[in-house]
């Protein structure tokens, strides 16, 4: 079920979301998102970034990252970007996951990089998902005006990268019961 319509009930999702949780607004969103709803309402989103012919991920724009010392190879053709990560309704961010593993996986990625606040490191690693974090320097002066709440707002998030075979294989149970099931229905936008 991919719309223009879709897109914009994800994006009034989002808004309400960040707006509710971390007082900033939204900005645009990737062409490739990842949408869950229950009895047709959507109950969570994940946007995945792809690097195309080597050219930077949104986070690179405010990261300073030590690339000889990162925790696991950076190669941007094997690597997924995450980012607007939001559930509203129990087990729907493990869904997220899940379907974001396997979306990146599907693309010949073999890792995921994202920004995760010390309550969701904590929340991932509880449930078993290796956070690798790297070396960063943020850069605040090339944060939009429109999301610095977030980043203003302590705890500030930190970039981590995972293994998404490992991330796949820890919820892949979990998860495939929910989907096959019917409870929660995955659909995933793209361009």
């Known amino acids: 079920m ?22 900033c607004r939204s900005i645009s969103l990737s062409p490739t998102m990842i949408i869950a709803r229950i009895n047709g309402a959507i109950v969570g989103t994940v946007a995945l970034y792809l690097s195309v012919h080597d050219s930077l991920f949104p986070m690179e724009d405010i990261y300073d990252f030590d690339y000889q ?24 961010s493990r869904a997220l996951l899940y379907a974001s593993a396997i979306a990146g996986i599907a693309k010949g990625c073999q890792y995921g990089l994202a920004e995760v606040k010390p309550k969701i490191a904590e929340v991932l690693s509880g449930i078993g998902v290796k956070l690798y974090f790297p070396s960063y320097r943020l850069r605040l002066d090339k944060i939009p005006e429109a999301i610095r709440p977030y980043y203003d707002l302590p705890p500030a998030p930190m970039p981590c990268m995972v293994d998404l075979e490992q991330k796949k294989g820890l919820l892949e149970g979990y998860i495939s019961e929910k989907i096959s099931e019917g409870q929660i229905i995955m659909d995933i936008l793209r361009p």
């Open 69 to 92: 010392n990162m925790p696991l190879p950076f190669n941007r053709d094997r690597i997924v970007q995450f980012g607007r990560w939001i559930a509203s309704a129990e087990g729907v």
């Open 2 to 23: 991919e719309s223009l319509q879709d897109l914009k009930d994800a994006e009034v999702f989002i808004s309400n979301a960040l707006r509710q949780w971390y007082q």
